[in-house]
Every structure is written in structure tokens, then in C-alpha cells.
């Protein structure tokens, strides 16, 4: 079975600290994508990548920072985490046909305290 | 500019009843159209979509959508609702956008399921 896997499930971490969230795909896909979902709002993308070492802006980057060193590794940094980057954070990846939709992680919830 | 709207954020509906979620999109060229559904905790997971032909497209857990392009929508629809239907559902249109093939999504609608 096709895979999306997100490091960690549930995450607490402090104020200021830095924040690395992994997302590992094994199906070969060209693009990856990260957003966040908070209540209301939907899904907002943050980064996305379509190739190694490529990587775009999202709707909402700002306090984030990606890396795409492997074609099947694409992660999300928050470089000095704030309360209001307390959400839930879903990596997605897909091909470069834009048929196919995306597969999606499983999330991880980040509380930052 | 690219959207989706999705004008019901919450909707209730009794086990065995119908079901029929509303999805609007926006998107300038031939839409590329999805459904997924997120249960609780969990990632999304995709239900079906559109991208060409028969406009009526089936998926899985016997939901089905129907696009219509004379009203910009792509509504979901299940004949019979069971429990375990009970989730969130978000729609997505796909297309280029800045400069690559993304998905934009709805808000999102919660559906509860009344026994």
C-alpha cells in the first residue's frame, strides 16, 4: 500500500525552540506539499516542492522554512516556533499528472506552549 | 483567481438518510475536480474525481458526484448514509497554479450522523 508518513503523530514542543516535522513518501512522486488545518479555515498550503532542492511559497509561509534534500523527504521547519503555529500539519505528495489528486499523511498535531 | 466553496460547514443527517454536499469552485480552464474525507485524527483520504467524461464519477464507500459545468459545482452524494460516514469532507479543484499543478480546497463541511 502507497504511503505518506509523517514523523511523529502528536507533538509539544516550547516557545522559541525549533521545530523540524518529517514527511517520507514511497511512491516515487514528483511533488510534495505542505499545509496546515485549523478549525474554520480549511487547509492552507505552506510550502510545496516539485523536484529536489525545489521549493515555492505557499498562501502562508511566513515562520516556515522547508527542505527537499531526497525525492522522497520533504521537510517542515518552524525556525522559532510561536503559540499561533499550534495546528494541525499535513503533508501531502503527488505525481506530476494533475489527474491523480494527492496522497495524504496522517498528520502530526503540533501544540506549541 | 482559483477557489472552492463549500457553503455548508456543518450538517447532520440520520443513519440511512440521503446525502448531498454542496462544493462551488472557480477556476478559469477545464477543472481538474476531488472529493476527500477526513475522519477524525486522521489525514485525507481521496473519494473520488473528475477530470474528464462522464460527468457523473462513482468512488468509493459508495459516495458519487456529479459535476455540472453550467453551475461551477461538483456536489457529493451518498444514497444511504451509515455511521462511519461520520467525517469531515473537503472538495478541491486542481489545476495550474503558480506555475504548478496544485489543489486548491473548500473549507470544508462536518458531517455527524444521528443514530
Known amino acids: 500500500d502507497v504511503k505518506v508518513t509523517q514523523s511523529s503523530r502528536y507533538l509539544v514542543k516550547r516557545t522559541g525552540e525549533k521545530v523540524f516535522l518529517e514527511c517520507v513518501q514511497d511512491?516515487?512522486?514528483?511533488?510534495m506539499f505542505w499545509y496546515r488545518q485549523d478549525p474554520g479555515l480549511g487547509l492552507r498550503l505552506i510550502y510545496f516542492?516539485?523536484?529536489?532542492?525545489?521549493?515555492e511559497k505557499g498562501d502562508i509561509p511566513e515562520g516556515y522554512s522547508v527542505s527537499r534534500e531526497k525525492k522522497e523527504r520533504f521537510s517542515l521547519i518552524l525556525e522559532s516556533a510561536s503559540t499561533n503555529q499550534t495546528s494541525m500539519y499535513l503533508c501531502?505528495?503527488?505525481?506530476?499528472?494533475?489527474?491523480?489528486?494527492?496522497?495524504f499523511g496522517s498528520g502530526t498535531r503540533l501544540t506549541v506552549v | 483567481a482559483q477557489s472552492v466553496t463549500q457553503p455548508d460547514i456543518h450538517i447532520t443527517v440520520s443513519e440511512g438518510a440521503s446525502l448531498e454536499l454542496r462544493c462551488n469552485y472557480s477556476?478559469?480552464?477545464?477543472?481538474?475536480l476531488f472529493w476527500y474525507v477526513q475522519s477524525p485524527g486522521q489525514g485525507l483520504q481521496l473519494l473520488l474525481k473528475?477530470?474528464?467524461?462522464?460527468?457523473l464519477v462513482q468512488g468509493i464507500k459508495g459516495f458519487e458526484a456529479e459535476f455540472k459545468r453550467s453551475q461551477s459545482s461538483f456536489n457529493l452524494r451518498k444514497p444511504s448514509v451509515h455511521w462511519s460516514d461520520a467525517a469531515e469532507y473537503f472538495c478541491?479543484?486542481?489545476?495550474?497554479?503558480?506555475?504548478?499543478?496544485?489543489?486548491?480546497f473548500g473549507q470544508g463541511t462536518r458531517l455527524t450522523i444521528n443514530p
Open positions: 501531502a505528495s503527488s505525481f506530476l499528472d494533475k489527474t491523480q489528486g494527492y496522497t
Open positions: 511512491m516515487d512522486h514528483e511533488n
Open positions: 516542492s516539485y523536484d529536489v532542492k525545489m521549493k
Open positions: 477556476y478559469g480552464a477545464t477543472p481538474y
Open positions: 473528475y477530470f474528464s467524461g462522464d460527468t
Open positions: 478541491a479543484v486542481g489545476g495550474l497554479i503558480q506555475g504548478a499543478q496544485k489543489l486548491v
